[in-house]
Each structure stands twice: as structure tokens, then as C-alpha cells.
């Protein structure tokens, strides 16, 4: 069998080969995801081979995605494979935070380790490697900030151009400046990240140019290597919990996934319970798993939140989001601006950084703990989804007392480090460090 493209909508399940260009089911406009043959090795042959691979310096091996290629049943040439070594990201063990949290130990996954400093890059060499592949020429996003960086990188190394449209005046400098550096043609719009999505697929489709947001199943399967990655770091034993942000919800799809076929593989015995947390202003997924229902949705019209990366209040993958929470027993919490903005600074004291929306995944978890919904005993990996230099503006006014929340209300810093402006005189200064 071939890998193919199929609609995820159980009633539908049709197929359609991997060299459309679709996003959507056309028949029922369901959401695709990449099926393809298992792999032939055994479960103990795939960790050795991806075990000796880290040895390798040939590019593929060295790529924290590809070295899975097994897991990506849609290969192309080798030829076609845009990387930039994405993957390859650590396991940081974080005592402040874990306590903070509420937990006796957790663990951090840091995306923010990737070459353009997010997860999206795991997804990001998978959907250009796609588009170069079905010779697209023009490749396009979305994005809030982080997809535009990631997508700007991995299209100049493949010789596309990218093409960027954003929200005018809700994107950080810091992502927006490697979009500009990495030559995105780069468009302001004044509407919201969703409005924009409807917009710019219509211009995809009219224009022929490859759309490579969390809709592309492409997109998806990359993703799916941070887990496959995580359990090999792991030694192929789970977790109890895995915690992530929730915005688009591609990488809560992306790692049910992976931790199914896994199951299904051998490769690992049980699937740890997902949690899923998203910003209180941006929260229409924790609001539908209160009532889930196929016709519950409602996307928030208006999404607030500083925490840039996860203010999306229309999530396209929220079918295949609340499957994956389902199949592993998960939850999904909520957290305020302000439980954001701590957890952050709690983060930055174990002297590991993460951008706003990655410190959801510690807020949330230090509210789920107090509410016993996990236990302070549990083994929490928790991923954190970019670099703490992200989003800088934010971490000089938490520290410094200026941050504010979206509704002009001040976000008082428990953890606030004001810098101290002092005369040029070493006795002074000296009786302030005593």
C-alpha cells in the first residue's frame, strides 16, 4: 500500500493521493492526515537503527525528524528534503519549576532549541519537503509569529519564496525579524490570525501557491517526530502526562498520533495522558470539552491573549484535538494572563527561557495539580514550544512591572527582577551586595 492522503472524518474516510494539493476532504471538507504502510522492521530494529543514526553525519540522519523517516510513511527523494538539522531537542530536568508546579519532578521538552527557535520547525521541514516536492515554486502562512519564522527559514534554504501575512500589530518583533531576515514577502493585514486563514486560502488556490499553516497534514506528521523523539530520550518508557499549549492544536493532533502508532508499533506499552492548555482569553477548546458534541464548537470571535503563539480562536484542528484528548484520557485547562506570566518567570528560574504561550504548559499544571486532577507524584514531561527570546518585550515589562494584559489590567510580576540603576562608585555598590 501507498501512502495516500485521507479524510479523518469517520463517516468519509476517502482517499486521495499525496500529490493533490488539497487541504480538505472535497467530498465532505473534513481535515486529511497521511496514511501509509507500517514500517517492515520490528519494534526492537527501529530502536537500533535510530540509536545508530545519531552516529551518522549524513543530513538526513542528523535531522532530529528525518532520523524517523520510518514514522513518515510519505519518504520523497532524498534529493527533495529541506532541513536545517531541526529536531535534536533536550530533556531538561527543571526542580524550581516542578514545585512551582506542584509536582515532585517535571521534566521540559524545549522546542525552543530548534534552529528557528520552535517546534515548527519539526513540522516545517515535512511541509516545505512537501511543496518542493509537488513543484510549488511559492509557499504561504498565517501566522502570529513563530510559523512565519520557521516557514520564512525552511523556503529561502529550499529556494521558495515565502510569502508571510500577519495580524498588523499583534505579532512580536523578535519572530517578525526573522521573517524579514530570512526574505518573507511579508503582508500586514488589519484582521484577526482567522480572518486572515480564510483569506489567504482563497489566494492560495487562485494564485497556486502551496499553503503550508497546521492544516497541511504534512505539517502534522514532522510534528509528530517530538514525541517519537521524547520517548527514544525517555528509553521508550511514557510519561504519565504530557502537557502542551493549545492555539491551532496541530501538535496536541500530531502527538496523539504518534503516541498511537507508536502503541500500534510495539515501540512503547501504554499512551500517557495528554493536557492541554490554553489562555483564558483564547480558550473556545476548553470551552467545547466542557459539552463536546460534533456540533458544539464555537470559535471565539475575538481571541485575547499576550501569549501571541496561542491567540487563535478558531482552531482548525479541533476535531482531531478532541480525539487524541479522548483516546488518552487527557484534559484541557484554561489559565489566566496573569497565572501565564508567573509560570513563566518560574520557568526562567530553573535558567531555562520559553516564550509566553510555552509557560501555559507550567501554569497549567500547577492549577491542575491544585485542583488534584494530576498528582504531585506523576512523571510530567511537559513541552515548552519556543525560545525565550521570542517575545523580549514581554519579559522586560513583567520584570520591570509595565506588562499589562490585554484589557490594559496590570500583571503584578511574583517573580519581578528590576534591574537597579546605580552611580558610578564602587563603595556604593559594594554595600549593596552585602
Known sequence: MSADLICFESACRTRYPITEVIYNCPRCGGLLEVTGPEPSESAAGLKRIWRERRMSNAPLDQSGVWRYREMLPFLPDPADVITLREGNTPLLDA?????????????????????????????????????????????????????????????????????????????????LAQALEYGAKT???????????????????????????????????????????????????????????????????????????????????????????????????????????????????????????????DPVSWPKAWQEVVASSGIVEKVTEQEIADAKAAVGLCGIGCEPASAATLAGIRKLTGAGAIEGTSNVVAVLTGNVLKDPDYIYKYHTGQLTGPEGTPLLGAFGNQPIVVCNDPQKIATMLV
Open 95 to 175: 526542580p524550581f519549576a516542578a514545585r512551582y508546579g506542584g509536582l515532585q519532578r517535571l521534566t521540559f521538552k524545549h522546542q525552543g532549541f530548534n534552529p528557528t527557535g520552535s517546534f515548527k520547525d519539526n513540522g516545517m521541514t515535512c511541509g516545505a519537503t512537501q511543496a518542493r516536492r509537488l513543484g510549488m515554486k511559492r509557499v504561504a502562512c498565517v501566522s502570529t509569529g513563530n510559523t512565519s519564522a520557521s516557514m520564512a527559514a525552511y523556503a529561502s534554504a529550499g529556494g521558495l519564496q515565502p510569502i508571510i501575512f500577519i495580524p498588523h500589530g499583534n505579532i512580536s518583533y523578535g519572530k
Open 187 to 313: 503582508f500586514q493585514v488589519e484582521a484577526n490570525f482567522d480572518q486572515i486563514l480564510k483569506l489567504v486560502r482563497v489566494l492560495a488556490e487562485e494564485l497556486g501557491i502551496y499553503l503550508l499553516n497546521s492544516i497541511n497534514p504534512f505539517r502534522i506528521e514532522g510534528q509528530k517526530t517530538i514525541l517519537v523523539e521524547m520517548m527514544d530520550q525517555l528509553d521508550w518508557n511514557p510519561p504519565d502526562w504530557i502537557v502542551v499549549p493549545g492555539g491551532n492544536l496541530g501538535n496536541v493532533s500530531a502527538f496523539g498520533k504518534a503516541l498511537r502508532e507508536m502503541v500500534q508499533l510495539g515501540l512503547i506499552s501504554r499512551i500517557p495522558r495528554l493536557a492541554v492548555i490554553q489562555a483564558a482569553g483564547s480558550a473556545p477548546f476548553h470551552e467545547f470539552m466542557q459539552h463536546p458534541s460534533r456540533d458544539s464548537f464555537r470559535p471565539v470571535e475575538h481571541p485575547e491573549t499576550l501569549a501571541t503563539a496561542i491567540k487563535i480562536g
